[in-house]
């Protein structure tokens, strides 16, 4: 299983970027794909979910009504689009499968990561 993730960039704030997440080596029909961020020095937390069943989607209160989450079964592909990016949003940010059923907004709950991509949103 492989989740391979780009996107990142530079960008000024009040800019916009989007993230893309191409899964492969399994269906993920069973599982919620999410997306988390680690700025330097601090713990890498959730900021946005969805099911892949029926896209049905979470979002973390620092991201909601910014930031959105959708997938394209026919790319097998997780995306997040980023709105009105703040200098506080500067991060890697992963993309992340895990099974239904464990709390979506824990590390620990995911089997499968990609390898991260750089965010930095400059003032």
């Known amino acids: 299983v492989q989740l391979q993730a780009s996107g990142g960039g530079l960008v000024q704030a009040g800019g916009s970027l989007r993230l893309s997440c191409a899964a492969s080596?399994?269906?993920?029909?069973?599982?919620?794909m999410g997306w988390f961020r680690q700025a330097p020095g601090k713990e890498r937390e959730f900021a946005a979910a969805?099911?892949?069943?029926?896209?049905?989607?979470t979002y973390a209160d620092s991201v909601k009504g910014r930031f959105t989450i959708s997938r394209d079964n026919a790319k097998n592909t997780v995306y997040l689009q980023m709105n009105s990016l703040k200098p506080e949003d500067t991060a890697v940010y992963y993309c992340?499968?895990?099974?239904?059923?464990?709390?979506?907004?824990?590390?620990?709950?995911?089997?499968?990561w990609g390898q991260g991509t750089l965010v930095t949103v400059s003032s």
């Open positions: 080596g399994r269906t993920f029909s069973t599982y919620r």
């Open positions: 969805l099911r892949w069943s029926d896209s049905s989607t």
């Open positions: 992340a499968a895990a099974p239904l059923g464990k709390n979506y907004y824990l590390t620990g709950s995911y089997d499968y």
